[in-house]
């Protein structure tokens, strides 16, 4: 089976502190994994996506996250987090035996405090 | 600019009846996708499309139906038989539908339906 787990439902920073949201996988295959960001009341927007290449990935407005095959573990970080950060995050897992199905964490929360 | 354009932003219901969302893209997509987005759940995805006139049903698919007539559009019908309808909904297209494809889903702004 194929599943993703987002380990915390809220997280909360200071502004210009470092950013970490953790998400692990169970794939039986090699997934495409991708973070997708969204603002109130707005669609989706694709941060970065993971898709057997180089293991750290850099996306848009600051963000990257690792692929750890061994931990199953495809966290999502930023260096200094900025107010307009502030957003829902989601991780999510393609492929294998869900085909061409997305499957989504239930989502995390970050709050940016000034 | 291209991208995926759903309306209306708000949507109202009266118990009974049935209503259409509508979902277009210009961003010559073959794959689209309607997902419902309810808090805490992530989202789920309701049906999907891989090409014209061709579509499958996703992982909640009762109470729902959708056309493919066109290769922009992808109308979500929310019917009568859908007993808890209120939700957030997102439309998705991709370039490639393929299984093993790493193309990204590019998102609409969603509409929300609300019963009155």
């Known amino acids: 089976a194929q599943s993703v787990t987002q380990l915390d439902s809220h997280v909360s920073v200071s502004e210009g502190t470092p950013v970490l949201l953790r998400c692990n996988y169970s794939?039986?295959?090699?997934?495409?994994l991708f973070w997708y960001v969204q603002h109130p009341n707005k669609g989706l927007q694709l941060l970065l996506k993971?898709?057997?290449?180089?293991?750290l990935v850099k996306g848009i407005n600051g963000f990257e996250a690792e692929f750890k095959k061994s931990e199953t573990s495809f966290h999502l970080t930023k260096p200094s987090a900025h107010m307009s950060d502030a957003a829902e995050y989601f991780c999510?897992?393609?492929?294998?035996?869900?085909?061409?199905?997305?499957?989504f964490g239930a989502g995390t929360i970050l709050r940016v405090k000034s | 600019d291209g991208g995926i354009t759903q309306s209306p932003k708000y949507l109202f219901r009266k118990e009974g009846q049935n209503v259409t969302l509508s979902c277009e893209q210009n961003l010559n997509h073959d794959a689209m996708y309607w997902y419902r987005q309810d808090p805490g759940q992530g989202l789920r995805l309701i049906y999907y499309?891989?090409?014209?006139?061709?579509?499958q049903k996703g992982d909640i698919a009762e109470g729902y139906s959708v056309s493919r007539e066109k290769k922009e559009s992808f109308p979500l019908t929310v019917t009568s038989a859908q007993k808890n309808p209120t939700a957030f909904y997102l439309c998705?297209?991709?370039?490639?539908?393929?299984?093993?494809?790493?193309?990204?889903?590019?998102f609409g702004d969603g509409t929300r339906l609300s019963i009155l």
């Open positions: 999510v897992v393609r492929g294998g035996e869900y085909g061409n199905k997305l499957v």
């Open positions: 794939s039986s295959y090699s997934p495409s």
């Open positions: 993971y898709t057997s290449a180089a293991t």
């Open positions: 499309s891989q090409i014209v006139n061709d579509f």
């Open positions: 998705a297209s991709s370039k490639d539908p393929g299984a093993y494809s790493n193309q990204p889903q590019h």
